[in-house]
């Protein structure tokens, strides 16, 4: 258990309406990171941050919007919600140092947009 | 492209089978990563491997560098396992994961 946390687990919500989903941790890890479930698609990677302020993009960011003001919070923002976004959101973290690379998962957000 | 493949999709055993699961993945991938997921449940790190072979319990895993091959083995199956597993390489300096479309693994008693 590496300390993550998602909130909501399970959100509904309808087409063109924002949504935010957070993603806590509470080890202070500098690297973070935002994946997406489909099925046939397996984990897709959307945006990642490696510190405060410091984010990139991955594989699938676009209509997605990330912030991290502080350490313990990732914020994943979805600024005109469509149905193509309804999927499983998972939190990751990387722990550094000995076992380089290994990522911790929170445990999921399930999105349904209508 | 950096790519990860996994077989098979889909597998269905009898509880106390020796199960074989398979991954190859493509340059620039130097470290492999097995991950399980239980029906509805979150995402679990089961090893990370660079060379070699490491043991947990009922679960191998082993790694191929120079056949760009992994296998995870799962000895004396049990209805439990049933989940699906995931492998997914890393590489490069922000620690991104390329991932596998996972295998499905149902284990009937």
């Known amino acids: 258990d590496a300390g993550i946390t998602q909130s909501p687990r399970h959100k509904v919500t309808e087409t063109g309406t924002p949504v935010t989903l957070r993603c806590h941790q509470t080890?202070?890890?500098?690297?973070m990171y935002w994946y997406r479930q489909d099925p046939g698609h397996g984990l897709r990677l959307i945006h990642y941050s490696y510190g405060v302020k410091d984010t990139d993009k991955g594989e699938v960011s676009d209509g997605y919007s990330v912030s991290r003001s502080k350490t313990e919070d990732f914020l994943l923002t979805l600024e005109s919600a469509t149905s193509s976004q309804t999927s499983v959101y998972f939190c990751?973290?990387?722990?550094?140092?000995?076992?380089?690379?290994?990522?911790?998962f929170g445990p999921g957000t399930r999105l349904t947009v209508l | 492209k950096n790519e990860v493949e996994q077989s098979p999709q889909n597998l269905t055993a009898q509880e106390g089978e020796f199960i074989t699961i398979n991954c190859s993945y493509s340059?620039?991938?130097?470290?492999l990563h097995w991950l399980q997921q239980h029906p509805g449940g979150g995402i679990v790190s089961l090893f990370m491997?660079?060379?070699g072979k490491k043991k947990h319990g009922r679960l191998i895993a082993t790694i191929n560098i120079q056949e760009k091959h992994s296998s995870l083995h799962i000895t004396a199956s049990h209805p439990r396992d049933s989940a699906v597993y995931i492998c997914?390489?890393?590489?490069?300096?922000?620690?991104?994961?390329?991932f596998g479309k996972g295998t499905k693994l149902s284990v009937k008693p």
């Open positions: 491997l660079s060379s």
């Open positions: 997914a390489g890393g590489g490069g300096s922000q620690g991104n994961l390329i």
């Open positions: 990751a973290i990387r722990r550094t140092g000995e076992v380089y690379n290994e990522q911790f």
């Open positions: 080890e202070n890890h500098r690297y």
């Open positions: 340059v620039g991938i130097s470290a």
